[in-house]
């Protein structure tokens, strides 16, 4: 693993931003992983004003988003759809049809996350996967227990990530019960992974990643057994640790 700290989440979100805009300009086609969550949205407004500013093209990108709640349309501002066409597609050249988010508003879920399975391996696999990590470790929706075997499956989120998420919603009984997620497996076969970590909160997670034990108890210890994996935080996230 490769750490990198800067001195607070906006010098995070630029040093993300000018990671993943090198290897998009270096390469021809690249499949990028995308996450949610408020960590990488310092990331996505970087990569907007790049486009503007530099004029970075997204015509030969691909994206692939990690999970999706089960129940939101793409409408619902909540939607990790609407996240991400607010935050980053609306703003950039990039298509609809380069943008893959699985849909939670299927009628069969298991069609879904078996298509995205197909999908992802009939366009090459990840090149770089954004990764967030959850206070109890969960890496998309892999919450605790997940096989580290398992493929992009629907997930009964965990009472402490439906808390965690409230934030977002008017009301508790708003944040959906389910989501579909890329398993830990098909996370780990992205060729590189990029994980973002911010502020005090995610302490524990960062301690509990580099010094706990590998298992399916904390899913980002599994960070552990990839050949390619950088991390960069923020001082708070990395307080006390290294
Ligand atoms: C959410 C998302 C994850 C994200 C994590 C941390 O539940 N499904 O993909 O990485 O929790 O979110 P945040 O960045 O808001 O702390």
Partial sequence: MRILETKNYQEMSQLAAEYIIEKIRHSAQINLGLATGSTPLGTYSEMIKDFEKDETSYQHVRTFNLDEYVGLDNKHPNSYNYFMRENLFNHINITEEQTHIPNGMAANIEKVCQGYEELLEKQGGIDLQLLGIGKNGHIGFNEPGTSFESI????KLAQSTRLANARFFTSMDKVPTHAI???ISTILRSKEILLLVSGEE????????FYGPINENFPASVLNTHQNVTIIGDKKAFAGII
């Fill in 181 to 183: 997620t890329m398993g």
């Fill in 202 to 209: 995610k302490s524990e997670a960062v301690k509990q990643l």
């Fill in 152 to 155: 992009t499956h629907k997930v």
